[in-house]
């Protein structure tokens, strides 16, 4: 006993000091995990909020990617790609590193004494590492040793979405102090800061720039890429994990390539249309040369380049150029068709996953979980087509492409309504009743637990 009143007198004097080591002057600390590429860029878009918001010095450590370091993270505690795993079947021997992270990521919150610590999406390694981070403030505080830091999470898992929503949101209380959520249904108590995704859209809810410069912007894109002006042009995004590329993509593309060769005998329904078909793949952060390799190995195994579809890989700075220049996108599941939808791009919603993660898929969540594309999650009914699962096949995302790409006006007034649908409610207002951006609203939801800043420099 004696001993660990020692010991606990011991932690509580060296708690006080590195406490009171912190001058007036010194920054703000944030400690911020992203665990994958789309993350990764709401973390750099609430960094330079919080910049923007905060009066001081502000200083950034944790896990995170290209977007995350441009705005100021130092370097990411590990790289970010070894939490990017989705899936049941594809996790299983990935559990000891994403443990070991685990534990590394504990150390790494005590040695930095932040003020706030952000898990951004990723919800299964940041809700453990929240929750661990919970008992542990909670122990220390039976000790007499102050509170800190605050545990928020940015993007939470979406309870509302599912029919068991009181059972799942519940797992959330008592390890996060606070929730950002990026709809209003959370779920549990939160902070609704509004959908990242809209943040490149105009206030209005209108992709940017007049209609005159958004076709400006699609034909000088189609000339930098070498597309043809008369070309019909599918947008294909497989995701942005390195398994979610290598299992997606070559269905995509074997479905782009069977469509070609269909038109090329004219047995499409867009047979009529008198230019080619050619592709456009945006590569996701990291991924550029996997995509390549996937491209050339996939469309030369089909012969004559892919049944004559010709295809461009771009960068993901380009990504936005391509929405433009697409006549149809088909789109993995995820929050990309929410940036579709946002574009006015019409898609078709995609995903296949190994046998036991589809099994487990469709024996748990589809019971309780109607759609997977969030823009039919958010209508509570199909307002695009999503092929799931042994549904998603090279013969199948054919034939839905072609039924886009024949009737090119139906097709681009169905994504304005799904536009004129879904999107109001994914803003977020300021209290004066004005439209903002999410990233704004989440930094200034997370300046109430930042300490009075101080104007100084690091």
Known sequence: MRR????????????????????????????LVAGEASGDVIGGRLMRALRNEYGGAIHFEGVGGDSMRAEGLASSLFPMSELSVAGFAEVLPSL????????????????AQPHVVVGIDSKGFNLRLLRSLAHRRAAAGRNGIPAA?????????????FGDADARAARLRGGVDELLALFRRAGVPATFVGHPALDDVAIGGEPPGTAAERAAEAAAFRREVGLSPCAQVLCLLPGSRAQEVRAMLPLLLR?????????????????????????VVPAAPGMRGEVDRIVLETLAARGTAGGGARCSVVGSGSR?????????????????????????????????????????????????????????ILAGRTLLTELLFEDCTPCRIAEEADF??????????????????????LRAVGDGGEPQLASRAAARA????????????L
């Open 4 to 31: 660990c009143a020692a010991a606990n007198l011991r932690l509580r004097s060296l708690q006080c000091r590195r406490l009171s080591s912190r001058s007036s002057t010194s920054p703000a600390v944030v400690f």
């Open 96 to 111: 000891p590193r994403i443990a070991a992270r685990l534990v590394q990521t504990q150390r790494a919150v005590r040695r």
């Open 149 to 161: 830091p605050v545990l928020v999470q940015y993007v939470g898992p979406s309870a509302w979405a």
């Open 255 to 279: 479905g782009a390539a069977s469509l070609a060769e269909r038109r090329r005998r004219g047995e499409a329904l867009s047979s009529r249309w008198a230019g080619p078909i050619e592709l």
């Open 320 to 376: 936005r150029a391509a929405f433009g220049a697409a006549d149809v996108a088909i789109a993995a599941c995820g929050t990309i068709n929410l940036e579709l939808a946002a574009a006015g791009v019409p898609q078709v919603a995609v995903y296949s996953t190994s046998w036991l993660t589809g099994f487990v898929i469709r024996r748990l969540l589809r019971p309780v979980l109607r759609h997977a594309s969030l823009p039919n």
């Open 404 to 425: 886009l790409l024949a009737r090119p006006s139906l097709a681009r007034a169905e994504a304005a309504q799904i536009r004129q649908l879904v999107l109001p409610s």
């Open 446 to 457: 997370l300046l109430r637990h930042l300490p009075e800043a101080q104007t100084c420099t």
